[in-house]
């Protein structure tokens, strides 16, 4: 008998960031469209790791237009936040009414559920607590801003790094699980260095195009 899981449905195993995935797919698509302030409401508003998350995977969505600019500002802002010690997290309001609709939600949530799932098999709730706790996040919230900033760069594949640092931060933050919130800022210096490596070699490339 095939017991195989339906598409958009997380299997019974599946972490409470893919539960809350597919549970904001199935809303957009009953919606049609849903706001950022929707958006961070499914994912849990008051928790800053939801944030993260869901601000970040849309830059790694493969859909035409300013998707790494328009949500690494949106991250960027949330980062500040979190530095100054918010534990609440908002947008303003000409951000937080901006729509999305339900076709990029379901690409985005299809295209990025493997690399969640793969973080996922990695987290162990309250391990090392005290790297993933409330003081700890203020300074979290510096890398955070950092990669958010290298997101809305316009780097050609340059966001594949950065994102998975934030989304490994993130899941580490909401499971508490301190080891892999550290994992997540080594990940994000090594994105963080590629993508200066990136930016210095396309001034290089574009300072000899145009010549002495």
Known sequence: MNSATPQGSPSAEAGVASRRLAHLQAHAAAAGSVSLDELMSAMGRSSIAFAILILSLPALTPIPGPFGFFFGSCLAIVSLQIIAGFRRIWLPQFLGHRRVSSGVIDVMVRYTAPLVARVETLLRKNRMRHLAGPRAQAFLGVPVLLLAIAVAL???????????????????????DGLVAILGVAMGVIALTASGGLVYAAAMGLGWAIGP
């Open 154 to 176: 316009p780097i050609p594949f340059g966001n594949f790094l950065p994102v998975a640092a934030l989304v490994t931060i993130a899941l580490g933050l909401m499971e508490h």
